[in-house]
């Protein structure tokens, strides 16, 4: 199903220009040329780590104050 919507844009002529050329090198409408653009600009980013499902545990209330021994390596989480 196609949905209809009109818009008021405000584009500089060079980029106006980009979108023009890019339409005539796909050789695809200039409508079907910004709805693609518009759609890449508007689609949410991978994450680049997988999102992991299991909640949050914060640190010991004792680790955020303490000092560690220089010789010590951190703890991991």
């Keep these: 199903m196609k949905t209809t919507l009109q818009a008021s844009i405000s584009i500089e002529p060079a980029a106006w220009n980009r979108v ?7 050789r695809q409408p200039l ?11 508007s689609a949410e980013p991978e994450l680049d ?3 992991i499902d ?11 104050f303490l000092n560690r021994h220089p010789e ?6």
């Design 20 to 26: 023009r050329m890019l339409a005539a090198r796909k």
């Design 49 to 51: 780590v997988p999102k």
């Design 72 to 77: 010590s390596r951190p703890h991991e989480d």
């Design 54 to 64: 299991e909640l949050y545990e914060a640190p010991p209330l004792l680790r955020l």
């Design 31 to 41: 409508p079907d040329v910004i709805g693609e653009l518009l759609n890449e600009a």
